[in-house]
């Protein structure tokens, strides 16, 4: 079975760091570009990261530039977000997912998702 | 960035009803079009890929068109099973950028 699970998720002072790790099993992860997408409760989907395959190309949303980091360790299955300078906006369920390419892009499957909460 | 806006934002809708949810790219996106289901609590799955192709295992109740920059989903004939939040992506450049978002909800 194709899977992710996210864990790393919390409660976290303003200006707090937090890392948000993505397991992955059940396919070659090694092969995959990956995601971190966000969503505050209630309301719609934000992209905030992407990670090639072998981890050279990275692009983030402005948003979030300069503060998170993605990374993947290929040899553990793992995806990484490493959030720095956190804000009280930051506050959000952060899902991965894979981006499957047969015939064109999709994210298939998503983690079940982390509640990251931003609080003083 | 390319902007992806749906409209509406919700509906209310009874089983049985044929639902269209329509959504605008800011640029042309060829047909590089994906649509999500979300239910509370859970994950996003993905129904149609590339603006009318099926997901392997999604009902054929649910169709899309389009291509450049109107897009539709179409659910033929709404179950209970699909009082659900529906958003569009656009696949063509990164940022993989997502639509606001319909929620369908119970007439």
């Known amino acids: 079975e194709v899977k992710l699970v996210e864990s790393g998720g919390g409660l976290v002072q303003p200006g707090g760091s937090l890392r948000l790790s993505c397991a992955a099993s059940?396919?070659?992860?090694?092969?995959?570009?990956m995601h971190w997408v966000r969503q505050v409760t209630g309301k719609g989907l934000v992209w905030v990261s992407r990670?090639?395959?072998?981890?050279?190309?990275?692009t983030y949303a402005d948003s979030v530039k300069g503060r998170f980091t993605i990374s993947r360790d290929n040899a553990k299955n793992t995806l990484y977000l490493q959030m720095n300078s956190l804000r009280v906006e930051d506050t959000a369920v952060y899902f991965c997912?894979?981006?499957?390419?047969?015939?064109?892009?999709?994210?298939?499957?998503w983690g079940q998702g982390t509640l990251v909460t931003v609080s003083s | 960035d390319i902007q992806m806006t749906q409209s509406p934002s919700s509906l209310s809708a009874s089983v049985g009803d044929r639902v269209t949810i329509t959504c605008r790219a800011s640029?042309?996106?060829?047909?590089?079009l994906n649509w999500y289901q979300q239910k509370p609590g859970k994950a996003p799955k993905v129904l149609i890929y590339?603006?009318?192709s099926l997901q392997s295992g999604v009902p054929s109740r649910f169709s899309g068109s389009g291509s450049g920059t109107d897009f539709t989903l179409t659910i033929s004939s709404l179950q209970p099973e699909d009082f659900a939040s529906y958003y569009c992506?656009?696949?063509?450049?990164?940022?993989?950028?997502f639509g606001q978002g319909t929620k369908v909800e119970i007439k």
């Open positions: 990670i090639n395959s072998d981890g050279y190309s990275i």
């Open positions: 997912a894979r981006e499957l390419v047969t015939k064109s892009n999709r994210f298939d499957p």
């Open positions: 640029q042309n996106i060829n047909n590089d």
């Open positions: 059940g396919f070659t992860f090694s092969s995959y570009w």
């Open positions: 992506q656009q696949s063509y450049n990164t940022p993989r950028t």
């Open positions: 590339a603006s009318s």
